[in-house]
């Protein structure tokens, strides 16, 4: 098992950046592909980008691509992601998770932060 714990959530203005981390519990953290997603007030939980357990594969959502990046470090049990040119809209509660690359892909696992919120003023 892993327990996540987002940070890094806050009031940005449109055009600006903020930095997510997530801490993870355990000595298993390298074993899982991680993923950041977010929710916004009266919407699904959508995918934001994944990494693959040693970083050699990332994955984007084509709205974010180009603006966010997505790293870990598997020595420190940290993931990150660095929001660049932040949207009015990308206002939403984002999370991390852990898990397989499919379970990550289509929202199924089980290992999920409790969320941090970023509030993008317009």
């Known amino acids: 098992q ?3 714990v ?3 959530g806050g009031l940005v203005q449109a055009g600006g950046s903020l930095r997510l981390s997530c801490a993870a519990s355990g000595r298993t953290f390298a074993s899982y592909t991680m993923g950041w997603f ?11 980008a994944a990494l693959t357990r040693n970083g050699a594969t990332t994955v984007y959502a084509d709205s974010v691509k ?5 790293s870990r470090d598997n020595a420190k049990n ?3 992601l660095q929001m660049n040119s932040l949207r009015a809209e990308e206002t939403a509660v984002y999370y991390c998770a852990a898990g397989t690359i499919q379970s990550i892909m289509t929202l199924s696992t089980a290992y999920w932060g409790q969320g941090t919120q970023v509030t ?3």
Not at 66 to 70: A, L, P
């Open 66 to 70: 180009g603006r966010f990046t997505i």
């Open 38 to 48: 977010r929710q916004a007030p009266g919407k699904g939980r959508e995918f934001v």
């Open 2 to 4: 892993v327990q996540l």
């Open 120 to 122: 993008v003023s317009s």
């Open 78 to 80: 940290t993931l990150s």
């Open 6 to 8: 987002e940070s890094g």
